[in-house]
C-alpha cells in the first residue's frame, strides 16, 4: 500500500536531513547516498510544495513512525489521497 505526502521544500529538506544523520547516510559501505529522493525530483504543485509516494511499510519503521504522527498533527505535512497526487504528475 502506497500513503501519499506533501509539505514545503523546506520542511521536506529538513524531514530528509534527519532521517539521514539518524540512519547514517550517506553510507560509502552501502553506497546508499540518502534516505528519500531529493526535492527536485518530486512532483510539485502550483503552490510549490513537494509530493511524495511513499510504502506505508516504510511509514511504520521506528523513526519514521515516530516523527509522522507530530509532523502530521502540527500541519508541517499533509496526508493527501492518491487522486490528489496523480493530478500533480506530469502529464504525458
Request: hydrophobic share 40%; with cysteine.
Amino acid at each position: 500500500m502506497t500513503r501519499y505526502f506533501r509539505a514545503t521544500p523546506a520542511v521536506y529538506d529538513s524531514i530528509c536531513a534527519q532521517l539521514d544523520a539518524a540512519y547514517g547516510y550517506p553510507n560509502a559501505e552501502t553506497r546508499t547516498l540518502r534516505t528519500l529522493p531529493l526535492a527536485e525530483t518530486l512532483p510539485s504543485d502550483g503552490q510549490g510544495r513537494v509530493y511524495l509516494a511513499i510504502d506505508s511499510e516504510y511509514c511504520d519503521f521506528i523513526l519514521p513512525s515516530e516523527m509522522l504522527p507530530q509532523l502530521l498533527a502540527s500541519g508541517a505535512v499533509e496526508e493527501v489521497d492518491a487522486a490528489t497526487y496523480q493530478a500533480v504528475l506530469p502529464q504525458v
